[in-house]
């Protein structure tokens, strides 16, 4: 006998987002916004293939969700659709996220280097 499932329970659930999730989360929403200016230039992905160099079936594997884009394949496919690309920023989760401050510390010439936790500044 099969179990019924609320899948609308499932899905207003507040769970933790992990980095597999948030990666294909921020994966998934890049490869929307390819698609969209695709089509906004009246191309198909055949003509973003070749822009790029590669098989259509190589970039159906860039965007598809099981891939793990790397921000080489963003610039590459932003610059074949003759478009910029931000970087990713990090964004506090928590007001305990947001009082710490992580600086890199440059060595001084002996290869040590390292991070630092400060206390952010009050503003």
Known sequence: MCEQVDVEKIMEADCPETAETMGFR????????????????????KDLASLMGVSQATLS??????????????ARLAVALGCDAEAPRLLPTTDDAASNVVRFVAGS??????????KAPEL
């Open 26 to 45: 921020l994966s998934t929403e890049y490869a929307t916004q390819v698609m969209l200016e695709v089509k906004r230039r009246g191309m198909k992905l």
């Open 61 to 74: 594997r860039m965007l598809s969700s099981t891939s793990n884009m790397t921000m080489k394949t963003v």
């Open 109 to 118: 010439g002996r290869g040590r280097a390292g991070l630092v936790n400060e």
